[in-house]
């Protein structure tokens, strides 16, 4: 029933930007905590930002606070990911997922979108 389909991947040169949203239906956006999460070949899926259920508190990784921001449209029940001073390292896949801010049991994921950071 939920969906979540990120868009807005792509190559980019190292210290471009790229904004990535993630489009939701089928369950209750504003009662959910959003989060963009990442996983580069051979490594662990990493999570990169959080926003809370009413987008009053964000939280982000250390290796890419300052650079990124997340927001969220509660009534276009979308959340994105602006990247900026984009990194090499930054290359992974990106996914968005929603949590319950209270049942932490009712999670979604999306099919996550491709960034690469490369000359």
């Known amino acids: 029933q939920a969906q979540l389909v990120e868009s807005g991947g792509g190559l980019v040169q190292p210290g471009g930007s790229l904004r990535l949203s993630c489009a939701t239906s089928?369950?209750?956006?504003?009662?959910?905590?959003m989060s963009w999460y990442r996983q580069a070949p051979g490594k662990e899926r990493e999570l990169v930002a959080v926003i809370t259920s009413v987008g009053d508190s964000t939280n982000y990784a250390d290796s890419v606070k300052g650079r990124f921001t997340i927001s969220r449209d509660n009534a276009k029940n979308t959340v994105d990911l602006q990247m900026n001073s984009l990194k090499p390292e930054d290359t992974a896949v990106y996914y968005c997922h929603a949590e319950h801010w209270r049942l932490l049991r009712y999670d979604y994921w999306g099919q996550g979108t491709q960034v690469t950071v490369s000359s």
């Open positions: 089928g369950f209750t956006f504003n009662a959910y905590t």
